[in-house]
């Protein structure tokens, strides 16, 4: 049974450009959440989303950040123009159906902008 | 605002002790607060917890919550250096984002 899976593992942007990162979550599970770790800090909210829904995007900046999770497909996190501020780990989690349900977290994808 | 601590930032042990990891939050509303346990990679689930004083156990590794005094506790006994990880606590304060404390860096010394 696959669990979260996240590609790239790592990925290396210049500023300006852009940065996509993929999740597939768990099999049976229609729930996503995408967090955000910091050098040296917690891991932070971003943004939840069902299928072809955002439920909660409250920890998401405002500008240049956007998340959608196609009824097909993985979610996808995406940064336009990325700035050296970027620079994290986004990892990925699913649940069953929400609800309270345990999240389950991938192995996370390595963002270095240069 | 929703707020996880956890304590001590960091301990050092000697392989075969046992620690106790301290999570405290301050509350506006509580669905259920969870351990993880995070290596060089995904932060692996451990344990969750939603009623108070009712201790979960998984081999070494116990937790037990108190939500009267707002804190949990995870506790690992004979400690081995592959329990060497950062333990995460997480709160799930109702609306399915989790509020995630810092952290506390075990390491265990052979």
């Known amino acids: 049974n696959a669990g979260v899976m996240q590609n790239p593992r790592h990925l290396v942007r210049r500023r300006g450009q852009e940065a996509r990162l993929r999740c597939s979550p768990m099999?049976?599970?229609?729930?996503v959440y995408w967090y955000r770790q910091l050098p040296e800090e917690g891991l932070k909210f971003m943004v939840y989303?069902?299928?072809?829904?955002?439920?909660?995007e409250s920890g998401m900046p405002k500008e240049r950040f956007s998340a959608e999770f196609p009824k097909e497909g993985p979610s996808i996190l995406r940064i336009q123009q990325v700035v050296r501020g970027d620079s994290a780990a986004y990892f990925c989690?699913?649940?069953?159906?929400?609800?309270?349900?345990?999240?389950?977290f991938g192995p996370g994808t390595r963002l270095l902008v240069l | 605002e929703d707020k996880v601590v956890q304590s001590p930032l960091s301990l050092v042990v000697h392989e075969g002790d046992t620690v106790t990891l301290n999570c405290s939050y301050e509350?506006?509303?509580?669905?259920?607060l969870l351990w993880y346990k995070q290596e060089k990679k995904a932060p692996t689930f451990l344990f969750m917890l939603?009623?108070?004083?009712i201790e979960k156990k998984s081999g070494r590794l116990s937790s037990i919550l108190d939500k009267k005094e707002l804190f949990s506790i995870l506790n690992i006994t004979a400690t081995q250096t592959g329990d060497s990880a950062i333990y995460l606590c997480?709160?799930?304060?109702?609306?399915?984002?989790?509020?995630f404390g810092t952290g506390t860096r075990l390491t265990i010394i052979p």
């Open positions: 939603t009623s108070s004083g």
């Open positions: 989303l069902q299928k072809e829904n955002i439920i909660d």
């Open positions: 997480a709160v799930n304060f109702g609306n399915e984002k989790l509020t």
């Open positions: 989690a699913s649940s069953l159906s929400g609800q309270g349900q345990t999240q389950y």
């Open positions: 509350v506006t509303n509580f669905r259920s």
């Open positions: 099999k049976g599970h229609s729930h």
